[in-house]
Every structure is written in C-alpha cells, then in structure tokens.
C-alpha cells in the first residue's frame, strides 16, 4: 500500500520558483518508479517528470532545462523543483508511484500552482 501527500503549491509570478515535494508512507519506497503529473482545467492530465527506482530521470519537453526531480529515499520524498515558471505551467499538480514489477498506480491529492504573468 502507498499513500502520498503532495505539499509546496502555490502563487508565484512568472520567471519565479517553486519546490513541491511528494511524501510517500510506504514500505516499498525503494522499488516505486515515483512521478509528477499536471492538469489544466480542460486539459488531459500530463507526465512532467519521472525518477526511477535507480534515480534515472525523465522530463516532458515543456520543462526540459527548468524543472528537476530527485529523491531522498531516507525521507521516502521525491521534490520537484520548478523555475523559470510561465504562465502555463498552472495546473494542479500530482504526485504518482508506480511499483516497478506492477501496473498498479497510486495518486496524491494534488497540489494547485498558479503562475501569473
């Protein structure tokens, strides 16, 4: 079982910087490919980035340069570091957790961002 907390949201102006951070209460924390989706209203949620068990990473193209994830397993957290914030990176944003020998997803609550120009 997997449970996890997003935190961190927020109104920022745009060039400006925000750090989520997704908590996970889980014992299986080290074996979890861990993600950060978005959705903007009327829009289809999104893959911003990705970290896998091993901490390799992946970024959608739109935030290829600004954002960064990363993970502290002995805080079982995954950070998402955002700058250069634009405009249309408001969405709120969701932590994910997928085991990697599994198909199973698990989601957060989600955490608004909001960039105004």
């Known amino acids: 079982q997997v449970q996890l907390v997003e935190s961190g949201g927020g109104l920022v102006q745009a060039g400006g910087s925000l750090r989520l951070s997704c908590a996970a209460s889980?014992?299986?924390?080290?074996?979890?490919?861990m993600a950060w989706y978005r959705q903007a209203p009327g829009k289809q949620r999104e893959l911003v980035a990705l970290i896998t068990p091993g901490s390799s990473t992946m970024y959608a193209d739109s935030v290829k340069g600004r954002f960064s994830i990363s993970r502290d397993t002995a805080k079982r957290a995954v950070p998402l570091q955002m700058n250069s914030l634009k405009p249309e990176d408001t969405a709120v944003y969701y932590c994910?957790?997928?085991?990697?020998?599994?198909?199973?997803?698990?989601w957060g609550q989600g955490t608004q961002v909001t960039v105004s120009s």
């Open positions: 889980t014992s299986i924390f080290g074996i979890l490919h």
């Open positions: 994910n957790a997928q085991p990697y020998d599994s198909r199973t997803n698990y």
